[in-house]
């Protein structure tokens, strides 16, 4: 139990430490996450960022597929066609 004389400014002192620690410690803990949030939305962001260049680098080369293909295609109607006309000559030229 206090009483008039005692010494009211050390003890109050010491509560209002306990009391200002308690809010830097939860601070400092919203800083360290705030800070890991940051430093992982920088990191997806370059990851984003090389997904995006993988992205565009496989559509090219999808680009350059599909035009092969399209390309094999047409070279194989254009054989196609040379050797129906062949086969045509040769039945002609047996039918003689």
Known sequence: MRTLFDDNK???KSES???EVL???KFKN???KISIAIERVK???E???ITDRRIKELEQLLDEKNQ???KLKAEKNLVK???ETLLGEIESIEAD
Do not use: A, H
């Open 10 to 12: 050390e003890i109050e």
């Open 23 to 25: 809010p830097l410690d």
């Open 68 to 70: 092969e293909i399209e």
């Open 47 to 49: 990851e984003k960022i």
């Open 17 to 19: 430490i306990k009391k």
């Open 30 to 32: 919203l800083e360290d």
């Open 81 to 83: 066609s040379q050797l």
């Open 43 to 45: 990191t997806l962001k």
